[in-house]
C-alpha cells in the first residue's frame, strides 16, 4: 500500500488566507496605534463571519457571570477546593485542578477561575477556526460553523461556570491538537510541548494518559521522526511521575488515585454475576445476590452505603479495597466479555440521545443548569478554618454561595433551556467526520484521523472505566467538530468529493435552465417536443452541451 502525501499545493493559499499580520517593509508594528488599526482592519476583512458568530458568544458568556456571581457548584467541585485548602492530593480523583486552583487561591475570588475558564473556553473556539483556516484553507463559513457548538451550547456555558476540571482539560488538549496539526511536520520543540501539555492534561483528568497512545500513533502514522515521538512521550510522563510520586509520599502508592480499581468495579457490578467467576474467598464480599435487572446504576456501588466496598474498613479509596476491586473487575470482565461489552456499548450509544434525560438522578443533573436558586454548601465541606466555617468559604475568605441576579440570570437560564446541542446531532457530526476518513482511506484517514478518534476516545473510555456522564460529551464535541471541518476542506479527499459532486449539480442546473416548456433533458442534451424545426433543436442541443 502506497501512502499518498498531503498535497502541498494548499498550504501556501491556506496560510494566506488565514494570515492578518502586517508583513510588507515598511508597516507599522502591531504594537502602535496605526499597526493595531491596521490589524483590526485585517482581521475584519478576512474574518468578519467568524468575528460577528463571537461577539454574542462572548456576551453570553459575560450575562453568565453577572447573573450566577461568581460561579457554580458541582458535586466535584467542593472536594477540589477542599484539597486546595488542605493542599493535598485526592485519592479518589488526580488532583492538578485543585493545584491549578492553589495558584489562583491569593485573589481569594472564584471570579478569576470562571472569567479564565470562559476565556478558555473563546479560546477553544479560535483554535478550531485558526487550524480550519490556516493549515486546511477551509471556507470562512466551514471553520467558523465548526466553532458553533463550543461557542453556543447553553451547557458548555455553564460548563466553563462550574468550579470544575473539565474545561482547562479541554483547553489543554485543544491546544496540543493544535500545535500538531498546525504545520505538516511539527519540529522537535513544538512536539516537546505538545507532550507537556499532553502530561498537564493528564494530572488535570485521568483520561488524559490513554489519549497519549492515540498522539503517538497518530504521529508514527503520519511518519514523524521516532525521535520527536519519543520525546512527546518522554515529556508527557514527567509531569505524571512526578505526580506520582508526590501521591506516594502522600499515600504510599506510586498511582495517580487510589479509585481506578473501584470504578472499574462500578463499572463491572451492573451485570457481574459470581457464579460465572472464580472468586477467591477475599473477594467473595464483592458479590451481591441482587439479580442484574434489579441493580441501580453504577456509580451506587461506589458512592451508597449499600454497595459491597462499604464491608471494608473506611476508606474505599485506599490500597486494599482498590486493589480488590480491580481485581475482580478484571474476572467479571473476562468470564462475561459480551456483557461487559454491551455494558460499554449502551452507556456510549446514550451520548447519541436527542434529548437529555434526568441521569444519573435528579440531584446531578440539576447541577448541569442554570438554577433558579444557588446549590447550597453541604454539610461534609463544613469545618472550622477561623473565622470561616467551610473549606469554600476558607478559599475566598468570604462568601462562598453563588449570588443568583436578575435580569442577567433569566437571560441564560432561558437560553439554556433551549439552545443546547443534541446528542443525535454528535453523531452526525462524527458520522461526518468518519465519511471524510474513509474517503482518505490511502492517507490512513489525513489528518482528520487525531481529532476524531480523540473524540470517539472522550465518550468511549468513561463508559469503559465508569459510567456515562453528560460533560464528558461536552468536552467530545470540538474534536468531531473540527474533524469533520478537516475532512472535507479543500484539498482533501471529502473536499474533493464535495467539489465534484458541486460541479455535477451546477451542469445539470445549467442543462435545466435552457430546456424550453414543454420539454424535457436528456443527460446533458435537451430536445423539444414533436413539431420543432431541426434547426431550433440543433440551438438548443449546442447550448445544452
Same mark, same amino acid.
Given at each position: 500500500m502506497r501512502v499518498m502525501p498531503a498535497a502541498p499545493s494548499r498550504e501556501p493559499s491556506a496560510q494566506r488566507a488565514w494570515s492578518i499580520w502586517p508583513n510588507r517593509p515598511g508597516r507599522a508594528g502591531w504594537t502602535t496605534r496605526a499597526g493595531a488599526r491596521e490589524l483590526a482592519a485585517r482581521a475584519w476583512s478576512g474574518h468578519r463571519l467568524f468575528i460577528i458568530v463571537l461577539t454574542p458568544a462572548v456576551l453570553l458568556r459575560i450575562d453568565a457571570e453577572l447573573g450566577y456571581q461568581w460561579h457554580a457548584w458541582f458535586n466535584d467541585s467542593f472536594e477540589y477546593v477542599q484539597? =486546595?485548602?488542605?493542599?493535598?492530593?485526592?485519592?479518589?480523583?488526580?488532583?492538578?485542578?485543585?493545584?491549578?486552583?492553589?495558584?489562583?487561591?491569593?485573589? &481569594?475570588?472564584?471570579?478569576? !477561575?470562571?472569567?479564565?475558564? &470562559?476565556?478558555?473556553?473563546?479560546?477553544?473556539?479560535?483554535?478550531?477556526?485558526?487550524?480550519?483556516? &490556516?493549515?486546511?484553507?477551509?471556507?470562512?463559513?466551514?471553520?467558523?460553523?465548526?466553532?458553533?457548538?463550543?461557542?453556543?451550547?447553553?451547557?458548555?456555558?455553564?460548563?466553563e461556570h462550574?468550579?470544575?476540571?473539565?474545561?482547562?482539560?479541554?483547553?489543554?488538549?485543544?491546544?496540543?491538537? =493544535?500545535?500538531?496539526?498546525?504545520?505538516?511536520?511539527?519540529?522537535?520543540?513544538?512536539?516537546?510541548?505538545?507532550?507537556?501539555?499532553?502530561?498537564?492534561?493528564?494530572?488535570?483528568?485521568?483520561?488524559?494518559?490513554?489519549?497519549?497512545?492515540?498522539?503517538? !500513533?497518530?504521529?508514527?502514522?503520519?511518519?514523524?521522526?521516532?525521535?520527536?515521538?519519543?520525546? =512527546?512521550?518522554?515529556?508527557?510522563?514527567?509531569?505524571?511521575?512526578?505526580?506520582a510520586g508526590l501521591f506516594y509520599v502522600e499515600h504510599g502508592q506510586f498511582a495517580m488515585t487510589n479509585s481506578t480499581g473501584v470504578f472499574l468495579y462500578s463499572r463491572v457490578m451492573t451485570f457481574a454475576d459470581c457464579a460465572k467467576m472464580k472468586v477467591p474467598v477475599n473477594e467473595l464480599s464483592l458479590c451481591t445476590t441482587v439479580p442484574p435487572a434489579l441493580r441501580p446504576i453504577s456509580q451506587s456501588y461506589v458512592w451508597t452505603a449499600e454497595s459491597p466496598l462499604g464491608r471494608f474498613p473506611p476508606s474505599k479509596f485506599s490500597p486494599v479495597p482498590n486493589q480488590l476491586a480491580e481485581q475482580f473487575a478484571i474476572k467479571a470482565i473476562e468470564a462475561q466479555p459480551g456483557a461487559y461489552a454491551r455494558a460499554v456499548f449502551d452507556d456510549t450509544w446514550r451520548s447519541f440521545d436527542w434529548s437529555r434525560s434526568v441521569f444519573p438522578n435528579a440531584q446531578t443533573y440539576d447541577e448541569y443548569v442554570f438554577g433558579y436558586h444557588a446549590t447550597p454548601i453541604p454539610s461534609w465541606n463544613k469545618a472550622h478554618l477561623g473565622?470561616?466555617?467551610?473549606?469554600?468559604?476558607?478559599?475566598?475568605? $468570604?462568601?462562598?454561595?453563588?449570588?443568583?441576579?436578575?435580569?442577567?440570570?433569566?437571560?441564560?437560564?432561558?437560553?439554556?433551556?433551549?439552545?443546547?446541542?443534541?446528542?443525535?446531532?454528535?453523531?452526525?457530526?462524527?458520522?461526518?467526520?468518519?465519511?471524510?476518513?474513509?474517503?482518505?482511506?490511502?492517507?490512513?484517514?489525513?489528518?482528520?484521523?487525531?481529532?476524531?478518534?480523540?473524540?470517539?476516545?472522550?465518550?468511549?473510555?468513561?463508559?469503559?472505566?465508569?459510567?456515562?456522564?453528560?460533560?464528558?460529551?461536552?468536552?467530545?464535541?470540538?474534536?468531531?467538530?473540527?474533524?469533520?471541518?478537516?475532512?472535507?476542506?479543500? $484539498?482533501?479527499?471529502?473536499?474533493?468529493?464535495?467539489?465534484?459532486?458541486?460541479?455535477?449539480?451546477?451542469?445539470?442546473?445549467?442543462?435545466?435552465?435552457?430546456?424550453?416548456? $414543454?420539454?424535457?433533458?436528456? $443527460?446533458?442534451?435537451?430536445?423539444?417536443?414533436?413539431?420543432?424545426?431541426?434547426?431550433?433543436?440543433?440551438?438548443?442541443?449546442?447550448?445544452?452541451?
Open positions: 484539597n =486546595t485548602v488542605n493542599f493535598q492530593l485526592d485519592p479518589t480523583r488526580v488532583s492538578g485542578y485543585s493545584i491549578w486552583l492553589k495558584i489562583l487561591q491569593p485573589l &481569594h475570588t472564584y471570579a478569576v !477561575v470562571t472569567i479564565l475558564q &470562559h476565556l478558555m473556553g473563546l479560546a477553544i473556539a479560535v483554535m478550531i477556526y485558526a487550524l480550519a483556516r &490556516h493549515r486546511f484553507g477551509a471556507p470562512a463559513w466551514l471553520a467558523t460553523l465548526a466553532t458553533v457548538p463550543v461557542l453556543y451550547d447553553g451547557f458548555e456555558i455553564e460548563l462550574l468550579i470544575m476540571a473539565d474545561v482547562p482539560f479541554l483547553f489543554l488538549l485543544t491546544l496540543a491538537v =493544535t500545535l500538531l496539526l498546525w504545520d505538516p511536520v511539527p519540529s522537535m520543540r513544538r512536539c516537546v510541548l505538545i507532550g507537556a501539555l499532553l502530561g498537564l492534561a493528564e494530572i488535570l483528568r485521568s483520561v488524559g494518559l490513554p489519549l497519549l497512545a492515540v498522539f503517538a !500513533v497518530y504521529m508514527i502514522i503520519r511518519r514523524i521522526s521516532w525521535r520527536k515521538v519519543a520525546a =512527546t512521550i518522554a515529556v508527557c510522563v514527567l509531569p505524571v511521575f512526578a505526580y473565622p470561616y466555617d467551610s473549606y469554600a468559604a476558607a478559599y475566598v475568605h $468570604g462568601n462562598p454561595d453563588t449570588q443568583v441576579v436578575s435580569p442577567f440570570a433569566n437571560v441564560i437560564r432561558g437560553y439554556q433551556r433551549y439552545v443546547w446541542l443534541p446528542g443525535t446531532v454528535y453523531g452526525l457530526i462524527l458520522l461526518v467526520g468518519l465519511g471524510g476518513i474513509v474517503l482518505a482511506w490511502r492517507r490512513f484517514g489525513g489528518e482528520a484521523l487525531l481529532p476524531w478518534t480523540i473524540s470517539l476516545a472522550l465518550i468511549v473510555i468513561p463508559a469503559a472505566t465508569a459510567e456515562f456522564d453528560y460533560r464528558y460529551v461536552l468536552v467530545a464535541v470540538p474534536f468531531a467538530c473540527l474533524a469533520a471541518a478537516i475532512a472535507f476542506s479543500p $484539498g482533501s479527499a471529502g473536499g474533493e468529493l464535495a467539489r465534484r459532486l458541486g460541479k455535477r449539480r451546477q451542469r445539470a442546473g445549467e442543462a435545466a435552465a435552457v430546456v424550453p416548456a $414543454g420539454g424535457r433533458a436528456v $443527460g446533458d442534451r435537451a430536445t423539444v417536443p414533436a413539431g420543432g424545426t431541426g434547426d431550433h433543436q440543433r440551438d438548443l442541443a449546442t447550448d445544452g452541451t
